[in-house]
T-cell receptor
Framework: GENVEQHPSTLSVQEGDSAVIKCTYS??????FPWYKQELGKRPQLIID?????GEKKDQRIAVTLNKTAKHFSLHITETQPEDSAVYFC?????????FGKGTKLSVIP | GAGVSQSPSNKVTEKGKDVELRCDPI?????LYWYRQSLGQGLEFLIY????????KSGLPSDRFSAERTGGSVSTLTIQRTQQEDSAVYLC??????????FGDGTRLSIL
């Protein structure tokens, strides 16, 4: 089955700096890669996703890049703000089942 | 519009008791998923429904776990003879087609 590795597990950045979270996956059949943000005690919320026919996708301060050859994808957050503090999960899917990474706790220091 | 709704939000029960968790998906979403999130961990897939059928039950951790979906809408996840290792947040998601999946707030289950 699919295996998703995510790093770092924790990340602290100064407000205004950029944050990068990286994930690797094992199953070359995976073709859908969402990122979820989960605040403490809240539901995971989809913030951006990318499909395997695209190499990069951007939505305001958030971007995701995908390297199918290397089987890795990354989340980039620019101009970080305190409200970006949360746990971020990457996931990979070839059909319906999402396989998640273990999460990255992002802290943005004002 | 309404998102995925789960109930109860919290459940505390004694070891050995049975529990039932409920998920109300987004209206019109044909696919429904159950995941489990243990403290500080990622989400672990349990089961997937397409309509009322569950083509993939491979993630259910033991035969104490079962799930059903009726009317292509509400789903219940039942855990029989609960054990302490069942303590976790149980998350439900739904989707139109297979992706993207939208999550509910989850049920925090604590087994004493």
């Amino acid at each position: 089955g699919e295996n998703v590795e995510q790093h770092p597990s924790t990340l602290s950045v100064q407000e205004g700096d950029s944050a990068v979270i990286k994930c690797t996956y094992s199953d070359s059949a995976s073709n859908y890669f969402p990122w979820y943000k989960q605040e403490l005690g809240k539901r995971p919320q989809l913030i951006i996703d990318i499909r395997s026919n695209v190499g990069e996708k951007k939505d305001q301060r958030i971007a995701v890049t995908l390297n199918k050859t290397a089987k890795h994808f990354s989340l980039h957050i620019t101009e970080t703000q305190p409200e970006d503090s949360a746990v971020y999960f990457c996931a990979a899917s070839g059909s319906y089942q999402l396989t998640f990474g273990k999460g990255t706790k992002l802290s943005v220091i004002p | 519009g309404a998102g995925v709704s789960q109930s109860p939000s919290n459940k505390v029960t004694e070891k050995g008791k049975d529990v039932e968790l409920r998920c109300d998906p987004i209206s019109g979403h044909t696919a429904l998923y159950w995941y489990r999130q243990s403290l500080g961990q990622g989400l672990e897939f349990l089961i997937y429904f397409q309509g009322n059928s569950a083509p993939d039950k491979s993630g259910l951790p033991s035969d104490r776990f079962s799930a059903e979906r009726t009317g292509g809408s509400v789903s219940t996840l039942t855990i029989q003879r609960t054990q302490q290792e069942d303590s976790a947040v149980y998350l439900c998601a739904s989707s139109l087609g297979t992706q993207p999946q939208h999550f509910g707030d989850g049920t925090r289950l604590s087994i004493l």
